[in-house]
């Protein structure tokens, strides 16, 4: 089987990559499940649930996130009402929403999917590695079909969740930093790896905000209003192919696509 994943959605110019590549790349390579971070896709921050219904009218399967998850406050309703909606897993109990579920392909293949957020250089939460565990243990019971959303900044602590699941999930994938990584291999014991699926967005940006804007907070360090970049729109992500029984890779593929 096949899944493509697609790294962080940002704004209107990233939903707009979506609407004109991702079907004819389902059509092309065949793909039985998309999954895509979305937690920067209104307006580079956050997600609306107006927004949600969109992406997966699109053809999105499953909706994964990250630190932005929290941005927009009315998001938080729609996290526990869209079971397709996934925020990171090593949040404090008692938070909106759910960090994994099982998802049936069309042809009735149940994937397991995580969305972990890391430490370093972000927030004092939950052990990743250990939310991981748990997690996975539960659902290797029912599918050895799992992919791994790792919301992280530090490459280092991304590659040590790589080996720690090698060989009991399918496949982990980076995003947060928004610049696709060149290191995509299948690690010893059959899990396919990426430090990051890179950014569904403006490539023309400083990754997705307005060049001018990023420029202009570099130079002077001060508070900068950020906007969403429009222009040269691209999509980028990994095309991971899956053997059904082992849930181990076979082949992963760097994705990186512009607009028509």
């Not at 994994?100 to 990743?128: K, W």
């Not at 490459?155 to 060989?167: F, H, N, Q, V």
């Amino acid at each position: 089987m096949k899944i493509l994943f697609i790294g962080d959605v940002v704004g209107r110019a990233g939903r707009q990559a979506l609407s004109s590549r991702l079907h004819r790349l389902v059509d092309e390579h065949r793909v039985d499940l998309v999954v895509a971070n979305g937690e920067n896709a209104a307006a580079g921050f956050g997600l609306t649930a107006n927004i949600v219904t969109e992406l997966l009218d699109l053809g999105i399967d499953v909706l994964t996130s990250g630190n932005h998850i929290w941005d927009k406050r009315e998001i938080c309703d729609c996290l526990d009402r869209q079971e397709r909606l996934l925020r990171p897993a090593n949040y404090p109990p008692g938070l909106p929403g759910r960090g994994a579920g099982i998802f049936a392909t069309s042809a009735g293949l149940q994937v397991g999917v995580v969305n972990l957020e890391g430490r370093v250089f972000m927030s004092n939460l939950d052990c990743p590695f250990r939310a991981a565990e748990q997690l996975i243990e539960e659902m290797r019971r029912r599918t050895p079909i799992i992919l791994v959303d790792f919301h992280a900044e530090a490459t280092s602590e991304k590659m040590a969740l790589g080996c720690y699941l090698d060989g009991r999930v399918s496949a982990v994938v980076g995003t947060h930093t928004h610049v696709q990584t060149a290191d995509e291999r299948i690690l010893p014991g059959g899990t396919a790896y990426i430090t990051d699926a890179g950014m569904t967005g403006s490539r023309d940006a400083v990754i997705g905000i307005r060049k001018e804007l990023a420029i202009e907070k570099f130079l002077t360090q001060q508070p900068v209003r950020f906007e969403v970049a429009k222009k040269d729109p691209w999509l980028c992500g990994v095309l991971i192919e899956v053997d059904e029984k082992t849930g181990l890779a076979l082949k992963v593929e760097r994705i990186q696509q512009a607009t028509d």
